[in-house]
């Protein structure tokens, strides 16, 4: 069974940081594009960023210079590093895994259950 379990979530003061990590565990090749999206209430899944086989990585315009991806394959965990937070930051954060070899990371099949970041001004 393939698992994605996100931790490091919690509540913090605008500019303030937090690591998110999750573990992936089963049947997944560290090959696999590994992502994070966020979802606000009432708002849309948002790709934040992803990381390739490569190490590649990718973010989305907001936050770009704020946040930043990384994975260790000998664990196989994913983490996400966010400085300066904002409060529109503010969302469940979701970990992502590709269930086949993707180079350009677009198809993110197996996802975790998520870990509340909440940032207050």
């Known amino acids: 069974e393939v698992q994605l379990v996100e931790s490091g979530g919690g509540s913090v003061q605008a500019g303030g940081s937090l690591r998110l990590s999750c573990e992936v565990s089963?049947?997944?090749?560290?090959?696999?594009?590994r992502g994070w999206f966020r979802q606000a209430p009432g708002k849309g899944r948002e790709a934040v960023a992803h990381i390739n086989m490569q190490g590649t990585t990718s973010y989305t315009d907001s936050v770009k210079g704020r946040f930043t991806i990384s994975k260790d394959n000998t664990t196989n965990t994913v983490y996400l590093q966010m400085n300066t937070l904002k409060p529109e930051d503010t969302a469940m954060y979701y970990c992502?895994?590709?269930?086949?070899?993707?180079?350009?990371?677009?198809?993110?099949?197996?996802w975790g259950q998520g870990t509340q970041v909440t940032v207050s001004s």
């Open positions: 089963g049947d997944i090749s560290i090959r696999y594009c």
């Open positions: 992502a895994s590709g269930a086949r070899y993707d180079g350009d990371c677009t198809d993110f099949l197996f």
